[in-house]
């Protein structure tokens, strides 16, 4: 297997691979990192606590790289069950929008509070962000999972200032290669195992004070303890009195893989990641007289099906299907080469 050097980790594997929208390469240092912990399981020698810094570490890279206080930030196994402790808190009869063709992780747990009244009204991209404000809530994605598309976010943030929206945005397909400053949003949430690159069953949540306060903890667990080691047993709850009141109990691999990404992820120039991601996507654009689109995900429309797919993976290109299209995401360790690639396969 090629390594490849980028933004000074390695990365096994990462020539042709361009399926970060699908899960992210781990970078060489997590590999090292996870071989050992594996290897202390094996031996029996594993200690539980040891997973308290990497949760502590991946919670500020999360703060860090979303642009939110650490304090409002929560951990859950997937961005759908911390979504749906959101949901539960909407009021009853409430109204919301999204996007039409959205993530249904980012949807479901809303449209599934139907029998409360609670309603939620597929709109066009220009559309959500010019009228969020007269909506109870919206729930969205700041770049679309099938598409790449970008969300005007400015335009949306505008749109709600003021009023007494509940603004939902879900940056999983974002979180790792785009600069973001989401503080004023109410919700954010992410899932790691993509542009996070840690391993899959962790996710992570902020809750704004405006309503952090509404929302229940109903998974609440030992681990959600002001201090969780002498939270195990018996009652009254004794719960964290900022978001980790909302945490679970952390799945140890993605817990300790994204303890080192995160924060790894969030000391770098995201600026220069965001170049170099959105300028190997752009250029891909160009060479097929694609719209322009700031985004490091490009649907190929002309691309279609598993057949295409299957060619691709004869050229050494992995890539995925979505909503028909073959979809392509550029990270940070990709190069010009896997463009040339597959720029050569599509010929």
Request: charged letters at 15%; aromatic letters at 8%; a negative charge.
């Amino acid at each position: 297997m090629t390594s490849r050097q980028a933004f000074g980790a390695e990365f096994p594997g990462a020539a042709g691979f361009l399926n970060s929208p699908t899960y992210g390469l781990p970078p060489g240092f997590l590999i090292g990192a996870l071989h050992d912990c594996l290897a202390a399981w094996q031996a029996g020698t594993l200690d539980a606590k040891s997973f308290d810094q990497p949760v502590r570490d991946a919670r500020a890279g999360y703060a860090a790289l979303v642009g939110v206080p650490v304090d409002s930030v929560a951990m859950a196994g997937s961005a759908s069950a911390a979504l749906g402790l959101v949901a539960a808190a909407i009021p009853d009869g409430s109204r919301g929008a999204t996007l039409a063709g959205e993530f249904t992780s980012t949807t479901f747990p809303f449209a599934a509070q139907a029998a409360r009244g609670v309603s939620l009204t597929e709109l066009c991209a220009a559309e959500l962000v010019a009228t969020a404000g007269d909506y109870d809530f919206v729930t969205v994605s700041l770049v679309q999972s099938a598409t790449g598309a970008l969300l005007d976010v400015e335009t949306l943030r505008a749109s709600v200032a003021g009023t007494d929206t509940t603004t939902i945005v879900d940056v999983t397909q974002a979180a790792g290669w785009k600069l973001l400053d989401l503080g004023w949003a109410d919700v954010t949430v992410a899932s790691v195992y993509k542009w996070l690159l840690a391993p899959r069953g962790t996710a992570f949540l902020s809750l704004s004070a405006r309503i952090g306060g509404s929302v229940t903890p109903h998974a609440a667990n030992w681990y959600a303890g002001d201090r969780p080691w002498e939270s195990i047993y018996g009652l009254p709850p004794r719960l964290a009195a900022d978001a980790r009141r909302f945490d679970t109990s952390p799945a140890w691999f993605g817990a300790l893989g994204a303890g080192l990404t995160l924060p790894w992820l969030a000391g770098l120039d995201l600026a220069a990641v965001e170049a170099h991601t959105v300028g190997l996507a752009d250029t891909l654009r160009a060479e097929l007289d694609l719209p322009p689109n700031p985004s490091a995900i490009v649907s190929l429309p002309s691309a279609r099906g598993e057949d295409t797919a299957e060619r691709l993976r004869q050229a050494g290109i992995r890539a995925s299907v979505r909503a028909g299209a073959v979809r392509v995401g550029f990270h940070l360790y990709n190069t010009a080469d896997d463009l040339d690639r597959l720029l050569t396969a599509l010929a």
